[in-house]
């Protein structure tokens, strides 16, 4: 460090962000450490297929399917909607911080962000990718709580960046293992927004997991929830070229 900027922050004048991490409880930042070195997937590509049925009330069922590929080294994925017809063909693409939705039918790429509802269900795009929460959001520690007979540690979540899915977040984290059982999200005036239940996993890596089964309940809008389920999961290589907005615009002619 050169003597330049040592004096401006001793005197106070340059902020470094490493001074609102001093705000983060070590026990809270030390559960989610743990929890993501096992939820996400560095160290190996994963393919897979997500059916997603929203139940409203007094409606038909509405059921999506997504491919999925991930590769979380290098923060990227691409989502491929395949059912139904009405949505076939339309996709996701994160590279980093950038995220892109594909509309086949103006064949364009429209800039979103994390708060977008994949395919108007109750789930965002976060769900799909690699977490980074100690980048995102100022960790807390609050108690111990049993889940569905889990007893859980709760660590609630503040934003400090702007581009995220929820303001406020409170996670339960499993004590036998790290892994989350419920997520609350909560607007900035703590209004629960949704609940995510996380019911099961699937191990594709010794020590790295993937959620198979989930529950997203919107708190908002009467008995309306989204059920998740993955199948076809698979670790294999995925060729680099399926990581990029050419071959969204490939799957949809």
Do not use: H
Request: proline letters at 3%; charged letters at 30%.
């Amino acid at each position: 460090m050169n003597r330049l900027m040592l004096l401006l922050i001793c005197s106070g004048a340059l902020w470094l962000p490493a001074q609102e991490k001093n705000d983060n409880d070590p026990k809270a930042v030390d559960i989610i450490i743990k929890m993501e070195e096992k939820l996400n997937l560095d160290g190996i590509d994963v393919t897979s297929t997500f059916s997603l049925v929203q139940r409203r009330e007094g409606e038909a069922d509405r059921v999506l399917k997504i491919r999925v590929y991930r590769r979380d080294a290098a923060k990227k994925f691409t989502l491929i909607f395949r059912y139904p017809d009405s949505e076939k063909g339309k996709g996701y693409y994160r590279d980093g911080d950038n995220l892109y939705l594909y509309l086949p039918s103006t064949r364009e790429f429209v800039f979103r962000n994390r708060k977008d509802d994949v395919g108007s269900t109750d789930v965002r795009t976060d769900l799909f990718g690699k977490l980074d929460l100690l980048k995102q959001y100022r960790v807390g520690y609050e108690k111990t709580q049993q889940v569905a007979k889990f007893d859980c540690d709760v660590v609630r979540l503040d934003a400090v960046a702007l581009d995220v899915s929820f303001p406020i977040q409170k996670w339960y984290i499993r004590k036998s293992d790290g892994l989350p059982v419920k997520v609350e999200n909560f607007s900035a005036s703590n209004t629960l927004l949704r609940t995510f239940f996380y019911i099961d996993y699937k191990e594709v890596k010794p020590g790295k997991v993937l959620f198979t089964k989930l529950m997203a309940v919107n708190n908002l809008e009467k008995n309306q929830r989204t059920f998740l389920t993955n199948d076809d999961v698979s670790g294999e290589a995925i060729p680099d070229y399926t990581f990029s907005q050419a071959y969204l615009e490939e799957q949809s002619r």
